[in-house]
Structure formats: structure tokens, C-alpha cells
């Protein structure tokens, strides 16, 4: 029998998603199961995208451009603009969601066994992609007790090696809702700026900012345009996680004509996702405003709620709908799969993401008492999730303190 490749059998499955089969019988035994173990909204799509969709009328459902339809790009320079980001058209690479563009960055900029310096904990799916193109992450901590603030630069230089090639952030940050500063950016670029490194930076939850902090983009960062490339995606921005449209954005003329040979390979994005991603650039300001204003009451249930449980802490996140707590567990993945298993409160129980999965290999018993919670609830089953978190932890028998 033909043996699986050893690039699939190290691709990581996602800690988001492993425990899936679990809830599904948990489901069947009839229990509710509060999802705070995955970042899907429940905040509807803008009208305008969903009225779109209805009246697409195409005869022929065909290619579109590798780089996306010239309109769509056009679209997305308006929207950029108004966030403070001066690209032209020439400049963006529209993607099958953020995903093919982080693969794109990482196969047009390094070569197999070239390393990249992450902190962590980050994305899952890092791991995922790093080992298709077979780059080699690097970790550097960020603790909860800073609330997973920025690693010093003499932590990212203990593990820069001649085989560093470039940074990752994610800003505002998957897993921890961490929104880095102005300062802490431009802490970077002189690491970039110094050592000759790509800096990628997966700003997907932009729109996402709370307590009147605003985002700071690595597009801004003039002196060092030409290392830096951009990730993004419509998928959380609009609510439209399904429409599977994202892009990749840099000055740097080499990179984006490398990633397009990549881009004509798979030969275009998505069209449908391309014609409702340019209608929702005109979705107005007063949607993202309810839907910040939505989302800060969520995360303060989270975090307030999760805090009054004896034992608990969750640092207060200024970004995206996510945060990290620190529970008092022996095992998180353990745990996660305890309460889909053998729990129950009032006919529910609830599913975080064990927060092992954000960590890298060498690095996993960080998360082993951390879990991941995805705020997307609304706030009465936010509660509830509490309620049932605080009684789990009341009988769980791998309890610390």
C-alpha cells in the first residue's frame, strides 16, 4: 500500500476544528453546545451584499483576471485609501480568502528551510502553511500576564539566524485580541530594517479596534515599503466568511509578480466573492459602528464574567472577537474535550479552542492551561457559556486549584 507523504502526515490539524466530531455528539445526545470555539459571526452581512447576490445575472460564469477583476481592484483602492493606505491597483493580488494569500507570501518570499519569527501564541493555521511551503516558524512568547503585548527586539534577535528571512504579525491578534500600537510597529521595522527581512502582517480583523484604539497598518511604515506585505481578507470585515475572498497587498514589484505566477497557476479567485466583495466597499460607517459597539459588549461579558470565576484571568483584548484565558486545568485539550464529552449544565455545555494549537511544538505546554474563546455569541449566550464554564470547573477532576 502507497505510503502518505510526510508534508501530510506533520500537517497539524486545527485546534479549531479537531473537536468537531465531539460536539456533533454531544448534538446528538441532545445537549446545546455554545460555540465559542470558532470565529464565525453571527452579525448578518451588509444588505447591499446580500441584495447582490440575488441579482447576479452572468450568462457565462467565467475566469476573472489572476490578480482579480480590474473593477474589484479598483474598489479596493477606494477602500484602502480611507483607512489610511496608499496602493494602486498594480499593487493588489486578489486571493481565495487571507489563506491563499499567506501561502502566496510565503512560497514567493522563502525557500524551503528559511525560517520565519512569529509570537506567539498565533493563527493555527500558521503551522498548516508554513509546513506546505516548508518554511520553518520560529516562536517568540508573548505571555498573558503582559496581555501578549509585543516580545522585546532582543527576543526576536536571540532567534534571528542566517537562515531569517522574515516576521509575521497579526494585527489585531488571532488568538489573543492583542491590537498592537503604533510604537510596537514601528519596533518592528527596525528589526526588518536592520536584519533585511519581509515583514508580513495578516490584518484581517482591522475594522475590529475597541476602547477608541485605532489600527496602525504596516503599509504605513514608508522607510522599509518595499519589505512588507500586507494579508487581508473580506471574510470577518463583512461578516461573509463563506464568499472565501482575500488578497495579498505590497509595493515590492518582485514579490507581487512572483506571487502572481503563483495566482496564474490556480488561475483566479473566486467571482462571485469578487463581485459581492466590491459592493460591500461601499458598505457605510454606521455598520461597522454598530457592529464594534455589538462586539465591545461581548467582549466585556467574556472577559468580566470569565474573571469572576475563581481562578480564572483573561487579559481585557482591544482587538478582533477573540481572547486567551487562563483556567485552572491540568490539560486544555483534555479539558475541551471533557466538556463535550462528560459535562453537562441545564441541558448545554460549551466548546473553546484548547489553546495548544496556537502554540509551536516546542512550545505547547504554554497553552496547556489556556483555552481560546471566540466571542462571536450574542451576549445572553455569552452568558450562559459562563454559567457553564463556571460549573465545569466546579466538578472537573483535572481542576489545579
Same mark, same amino acid.
Not at 457553564?388 to 470547573?393: I, M, S, T
Given at each position: 500500500?502507497?505510503?502518505?507523504?510526510?508534508?501530510?502526515?506533520?500537517?497539524?490539524?486545527?485546534?479549531?476544528?479537531?473537536?468537531?466530531?465531539?460536539?456533533?455528539?454531544?448534538?446528538?445526545?441532545?445537549?446545546?453546545? =455554545?460555540?465559542?470555539?470558532?470565529?464565525?459571526?453571527?452579525?448578518?452581512?451588509?444588505?447591499?451584499?446580500?441584495?447582490?447576490?440575488?441579482?447576479?445575472?452572468?450568462?457565462?460564469?467565467?475566469?476573472?483576471?489572476?490578480?482579480?477583476?480590474?473593477?474589484?481592484?479598483?474598489?479596493?483602492?477606494?477602500?484602502?485609501?480611507?483607512?489610511?493606505?496608499?496602493?494602486?491597483?498594480?499593487?493588489?493580488?486578489?486571493?481565495?480568502?487571507?489563506?491563499?494569500?499567506?501561502?502566496?507570501?510565503?512560497?514567493?518570499?522563502?525557500?524551503?528551510?528559511?525560517?520565519?519569527?512569529?509570537?506567539?501564541?498565533? =493563527?493555527?493555521?500558521?503551522?498548516?502553511?508554513?509546513?506546505?511551503?516548508?518554511?520553518?516558524?520560529?516562536?517568540?512568547?508573548?505571555?498573558?500576564?503582559?496581555?501578549?503585548?509585543?516580545?522585546?527586539?532582543?527576543?526576536?534577535?536571540?532567534?534571528?539566524?542566517?537562515?531569517?528571512?522574515?516576521?509575521?504579525?497579526?494585527?489585531?491578534?488571532?488568538?489573543?485580541? =492583542?491590537?498592537?500600537?503604533?510604537?510596537?510597529?514601528?519596533?518592528?521595522?527596525?528589526?526588518?530594517?536592520?536584519?533585511?527581512?519581509?515583514?508580513?502582517?495578516?490584518?484581517? =480583523?482591522?475594522?475590529?479596534?475597541?476602547?477608541?484604539?485605532?489600527?496602525?497598518?504596516?503599509?504605513?511604515?514608508?522607510?522599509?515599503?518595499?519589505?512588507?506585505?500586507?494579508?487581508?481578507?473580506?471574510?470577518?470585515?463583512?461578516?461573509?466568511?463563506?464568499?472565501?475572498?482575500?488578497?495579498?497587498?505590497?509595493?515590492?514589484?518582485?514579490?507581487?509578480?512572483?506571487?502572481?505566477?503563483?495566482?496564474?497557476?490556480?488561475?483566479?479567485?473566486?467571482?462571485?466573492?469578487?463581485?459581492?466583495?466590491?459592493?460591500?466597499?461601499?458598505?457605510?460607517?454606521?455598520?461597522?459602528?454598530?457592529?464594534?459597539?455589538?462586539?465591545?459588549?461581548?467582549?466585556?461579558?467574556?472577559?468580566?464574567?470569565?474573571?469572576?470565576?475563581?481562578?480564572?484571568?483573561?487579559?481585557?483584548?482591544?482587538?478582533?472577537?477573540?481572547?486567551?484565558?487562563?483556567?485552572?486545568?491540568?490539560?486544555?485539550?483534555?479539558?475541551?474535550?471533557?466538556?463535550?464529552?462528560?459535562?453537562?449544565?441545564?441541558?448545554?455545555?460549551?466548546?473553546?479552542?484548547?489553546?495548544?494549537?496556537?502554540?509551536?511544538?516546542?512550545?505547547?505546554?504554554?497553552?496547556?492551561?489556556?483555552?481560546?474563546?471566540?466571542?462571536?455569541?450574542?451576549?445572553?449566550?455569552?452568558?450562559?457559556?459562563?454559567?457553564?464554564?463556571?460549573?465545569?470547573?466546579?466538578?472537573?477532576?483535572?481542576?489545579?486549584?
Amino acid at each position: 500500500m502507497p505510503k502518505i507523504s510526510q508534508k501530510g502526515l506533520n500537517m497539524p490539524s486545527s485546534p479549531i476544528r479537531k473537536l468537531v466530531p465531539y460536539a456533533e455528539s454531544a448534538k446528538e445526545r441532545g445537549l446545546h453546545v =455554545y460555540h465559542l470555539n470558532i470565529g464565525q459571526p453571527d452579525i448578518e452581512s451588509p444588505v447591499a451584499m446580500r441584495q447582490a447576490a440575488k441579482h447576479i445575472d452572468i450568462p457565462v460564469i467565467a475566469y476573472s483576471h489572476s490578480a482579480g477583476n480590474i473593477s474589484y481592484r479598483r474598489k479596493l483602492v477606494e477602500y484602502y485609501h480611507k483607512v489610511g493606505i496608499e496602493i494602486n491597483v498594480d499593487e493588489i493580488l486578489v486571493t481565495v480568502g487571507g489563506s491563499e494569500g499567506i501561502l502566496f507570501a510565503f512560497n514567493s518570499c522563502l525557500d524551503p528551510g528559511d525560517e520565519i519569527i512569529i509570537p506567539e501564541p498565533y =493563527y493555527a493555521n500558521y503551522n498548516g502553511f508554513a509546513n506546505m511551503s516548508g518554511v520553518v516558524v520560529k516562536p517568540i512568547i508573548s505571555t498573558i500576564d503582559t496581555g501578549f503585548a509585543l516580545p522585546s527586539i532582543e527576543d526576536f534577535e536571540k532567534v534571528i539566524t542566517p537562515k531569517t528571512k522574515a516576521i509575521m504579525i497579526c494585527n489585531p491578534n488571532n488568538p489573543t485580541g =492583542y491590537l498592537y500600537s503604533k510604537e510596537e510597529i514601528m519596533k518592528l521595522a527596525e528589526i526588518v530594517k536592520k536584519y533585511d527581512l519581509f515583514l508580513f502582517a495578516d490584518e484581517v =480583523y482591522r475594522e475590529f479596534c475597541y476602547d477608541g484604539a485605532e489600527h496602525f497598518s504596516v503599509m504605513q511604515l514608508t522607510d522599509i515599503a518595499e519589505n512588507v506585505v500586507l494579508l487581508d481578507s473580506v471574510s470577518k470585515r463583512y461578516s461573509a466568511c463563506g464568499i472565501r475572498v482575500g488578497a495579498l497587498i505590497t509595493h515590492n514589484k518582485e514579490v507581487y509578480s512572483t506571487a502572481m505566477k503563483f495566482a496564474q497557476a490556480r488561475l483566479s479567485p473566486p467571482l462571485y466573492g469578487q463581485i459581492l466583495g466590491e459592493v460591500a466597499v461601499d458598505t457605510p460607517q454606521e455598520y461597522f459602528d454598530d457592529v464594534v459597539a455589538e462586539y465591545e459588549n461581548r467582549r466585556n461579558t467574556i472577559v468580566e464574567g470569565v474573571n469572576s470565576i475563581p481562578g480564572c484571568f483573561v487579559p481585557m483584548p482591544k482587538g478582533a472577537f477573540y481572547c486567551v484565558a487562563r483556567l485552572p486545568i491540568d490539560d486544555s485539550d483534555k479539558f475541551c474535550r471533557w466538556l463535550l464529552q462528560e459535562f453537562s449544565y441545564n441541558g448545554a455545555t460549551v466548546m473553546f479552542a484548547p489553546a495548544t494549537g496556537f502554540y509551536s511544538a516546542e512550545n505547547i505546554k504554554q497553552g496547556a492551561n489556556e483555552v481560546r474563546i471566540s466571542y462571536c455569541l450574542n451576549v445572553e449566550d455569552l452568558k450562559k457559556s459562563v454559567e457553564c464554564l463556571r460549573e465545569a470547573l466546579k466538578v472537573y477532576p483535572g481542576r489545579t486549584l
